[in-house]
């Protein structure tokens, strides 16, 4: 009998399956594009590029709060190996957003780069989703083993706090998006003042225990 360690089961096991869990939406989107080119039923509405950008966006958004949960779930079930999973669940969250991005430049505006930036600069929502967007790269592009080792932990620890206020940013996106209806954009930010919320508790716990 095989007997894995938790750290195994978890590179072996447990990160293909999210893996897969992760890339579920983008594999259904593009199985409903397929649909949509071939004339066939599809879930795409009647305005499937509106509705492909803001699936998009909206998974993308789902993927950064995931990210945040990571480290409290692993603290609070003592199951400290799930932050193996922390890095993937951040990369996809970034895939996300830039398809969102792309789905926006290409579907949206056709490459019109003189309209995209003004829709940039005069769009105040459009403007904290790019601010999101920049923000969440220098995190991508460091997130290798080389990288951290080359930047030193506690530098890079430091760079990666700037998810706080990509979170924030991109919250305040969708809520600035969804002029009508602020239900969706409420759990949204209920969710994130619980896991900033939860970050705060923890600095000043550790602090009082120093
Ligand atoms: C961290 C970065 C970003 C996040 C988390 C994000 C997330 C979202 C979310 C959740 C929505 C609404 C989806 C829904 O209604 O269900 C949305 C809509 C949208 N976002 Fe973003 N976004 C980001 C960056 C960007 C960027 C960089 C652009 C373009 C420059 C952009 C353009 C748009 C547009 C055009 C819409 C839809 C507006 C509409 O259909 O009326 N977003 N985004």
Not at 107 to 112: I, K, M, P, T
Not at 116 to 132: A, E, P, Y
């Amino acid at each position: 009998m095989v007997i894995f360690s938790t750290k195994k089961l978890i590179s072996h096991v447990i990160k293909p399956i999210v893996f897969i869990a992760l890339l579920a939406p983008l594999l259904w989107l593009g199985w409903h594009w397929s649909l949509l080119l071939e004339n066939q039923p599809n879930g795409l509405t009647a305005n499937p590029i509106e509705y492909t950008n803001r699936f998009l966006g909206g998974w993308g958004l789902k993927y950064i709060l995931l990210t945040l949960l990571v480290s409290p779930l692993s603290q609070l079930t003592a199951m400290r190996k799930l932050m193996l999973l922390r890095r993937m669940v951040g990369l996809f969250a970034f895939s996300y957003v830039l398809l969102h991005f792309t789905s926006y430049t290409v579907l949206d505006h056709y490459f019109n780069w003189a309209e995209i930036w003004q829709d940039i600069v005069k769009r105040n929502f459009i403007t904290i989703g790019m601010l999101g967007l920049l923000g969440l790269v220098p995190l991508a592009v460091t997130s290798t083993n080389r990288m951290i080792k080359k930047l030193g932990a506690k530098n890079w620890k430091r760079l990666h706090m700037l998810i706080y206020p990509i979170s924030i940013l991109g919250v305040f996106h969708f809520s600035m998006m969804r002029k009508g209806d602020q239900l969706e954009p409420k759990i949204y930010w209920s969710v994130l003042v619980f896991l900033l919320g939860y970050r705060v508790y923890r600095f000043y716990q550790r602090r009082a225990g120093a």
